[in-house]
């Protein structure tokens, strides 16, 4: 199977979309912190990432675990410090998926322009 930059493009695609529903997720987990009876909400990326090539792919899907959306029915009451920092960790995702991204591009263009 050939990989080509239009695959890694579409790649990124999906995993800045997932990161960006996390990150909706995540933001009504903070602003329901004190709702009774809310049931948190988080998106796993392991569902989606097992289907890709590379071994850090792989590696990263089985590190994150099973299932693709979680609403995780615990009794206890949602933390609002550890959804800050999950809000954290999401944004540097989000950063690094848009940078990969911004590379992915700039390998096209320079591609593009060596050809003419």
Known sequence: MIFTNL??????????????????????????????GYVRRDIDFSQYLGNMNSPLETKLSTKLGPSGVIEDRREKEIDITEELAELQKNSLMYTMATRRMSNIITQMKTVVNVGK
């Open 7 to 36: 695959d890694c493009m579409n790649k990124t695609t999906l995993m800045m979309d997932l990161i960006s529903q996390r990150q909706r997720a995540l933001g009504s987990n903070v602003a329901n912190v004190d709702t009774p």
